[in-house]
């Protein structure tokens, strides 16, 4: 498995209330041990709406997890083109947009935020809100040149819209099943069906603020909805090409 969304929460950086919201820890070690057991071969390290700017957690996180794991981070506009490619040897290799979470909905700025960081590094851009909320952002997102989308889009009244981006090559993260309004597996179907390659599956762990957290059945419903070969790109080989991530050799 390359899990495609974790955060890690070390109280030793710092730590930002979000709407009065402090997570508690959720360290590296905290995450290996709550995935012991689940194959996973890497992943990308998100920071959340807590963690602000701030990259020094996000940085000691990659190198204690190792080469098999990225990083998405958020950025202010005025971040220097040095600090990006200071970040991109680090392994940051996307930045994030938490309009969810009250980050400024400026399509004009996202835009040329987002056109910045791939134009110096080759990044794309992460997107966590409501699908149905796309209205202005939709045609941005279609615009850039590598875009995601988060938590399958969080509802079912955003799914016709977010189809349309996944046919314009949008990624999107079959994540937060926990925290999602809408029909999980009608929806993971139904974005395959537009585009295979378009579905990232991650944990979500530690999961804070969803109301279920990632459970083992998770990826059993991915299996079970799109066949045990189509779940393997969910699980593993999409998230690996995204994030240009090594892909484990044969065996056998």
């Known amino acids: ?24 820890r959720f360290t590296v070690d905290d995450y290996r041990s709550r995935v012991a057991g689940l194959g996973v071969v890497g992943g990308a390290v998100v920071s959340g709406s807590f963690q602000g700017h701030d990259q020094t957690y996000l940085c000691a996180a ?32 996307a930045v994030r947009f938490n309009l969810r979470r009250g980050g400024a909905a400026d399509p ?12 110096l590094a080759g990044w794309h851009a992460e997107f966590y809100l409501d699908a149905a909320a796309l209205e202005d952002l939709a045609p941005v997102l279609r615009r850039l040149p590598r875009a995601g989308v988060d938590h399958l889009g969080m509802s079912a009244a955003g799914l016709p819209r977010l189809l ?35 579905l990232l599956f991650g944990t979500d762990l530690p999961g804070t603020r969803a109301p279920r ?6 990826t059993e419903l991915i ?11 969910v699980l593993h080989h999409n998230a690996a090409a995204w994030y240009g991530l090594p892909r484990p050799a044969a065996t056998g």
């Open 164 to 198: 349309e981006l996944v046919r314009h090559g949008v990624k999107v993260k079959a994540t937060g099943f926990g925290r999602v309004d809408l029909d999980v597996r009608e929806t993971l179907v139904r974005i395959h069906a537009v585009d295979p390659t378009a």
């Open 108 to 119: 004009a700025g996202i835009e040329r935020l987002a056109r910045r960081v791939h134009d």
């Open 62 to 93: 990659l190198a204690d997890l190792g080469p098999g794991f990225a990083g998405v981070t958020q950025l202010p506009a005025s971040v220097p083109d040095e600090r990006v490619l200071e970040l991109h040897r680090a392994g940051v290799r």
């Open 213 to 218: 957290p990632f459970r083992v059945g998770d």
């Open 1 to 24: 498995m390359v899990d495609a969304h974790l955060h890690v929460i070390d109280p030793r950086f710092p730590l930002v209330p979000n709407q009065g919201y402090v997570p508690p």
């Open 223 to 233: 299996v079970d909805a799109l066949g045990r070969d189509d779940a393997a790109a």
